[in-house]
């Protein structure tokens, strides 16, 4: 009995990460469709007692799993929708600390994606940064083609229009790396722009 309760949430686990019905979940013949669960869970934005339940239940096999974009699932909480605040903190002090810095195929660490959401709250970006401190001073590797090379922190934050309080942030966190300047709109509001010292341009 207890198996056939695993193989049905392995089931609408991977079918929810997919939105395709995945019948076979294990099955080495899949393809396309590896078996990965921890993203599957966190795709499907549990509820922290659910969470609480299958992670420690696939934690020893599939913590490491990265997926067809190369994003373990730091990467995969960081690049959804952020739908509990509270309960998605509390999912990213469960992972380890050296996902925080993996990049995927596209050069990006974990935080890089959270600050692509202009709606993330900056309570879920502390929360990544202080997951691993080191990311906030990691730029985008230009693996691929991509318009945010070597892009630090604050200029994808910026980039992506988050709010104030984040650019604040990322700025008060490592000023070293950025020389802020201020400047006005016609409303008299003042607005910040940055540049790192090798001169990065905001797109």
């Not at 993330?120 to 001073?137: G, T």
Request: hydrophobic share 40%; with cysteine.
């Amino acid at each position: 009995r207890r198996d056939q309760i695993v193989s049905c949430i392995e089931i609408l686990l991977s079918s929810m990460l997919y939105n395709r019905l995945i019948s076979s979940p294990r099955d080495i013949g899949n393809g396309d469709y590896p078996f990965l669960p921890l993203h599957g869970a966190i795709h499907a934005c549990p509820l922290l007692k659910t969470w609480r339940a299958l992670f420690p239940f696939y934690r020893e096999e599939h913590s490491l799993d990265i997926d067809e974009l190369g994003r373990n699932i730091a990467h995969k909480i960081c690049s959804r929708e952020i739908h509990n605040t509270q309960t998605d903190v509390s999912i990213l002090q469960d992972l380890g600390l050296d996902l925080f810095l993996q990049r995927d195929h596209f050069g990006f660490i974990p935080l890089h994606l959270s600050l692509q959401n202009r709606n993330v709250p900056i309570e879920f970006v502390k929360a990544v940064a202080e997951c691993n401190k080191s990311s906030l001073c990691q730029d985008v590797r230009p693996i691929h083609t991509n318009k945010y090379s070597r892009f630090l922190p604050l200029l994808i934050a910026s980039n992506s229009q988050c709010d104030l309080d984040i650019l604040f942030f990322l700025l008060k966190s490592h000023p070293t790396l950025v020389q802020p300047f201020v400047s006005y709109n016609k409303n008299g509001v003042s607005l910040v722009s940055g540049g790192t010292r090798n001169n990065n341009r905001l797109l």
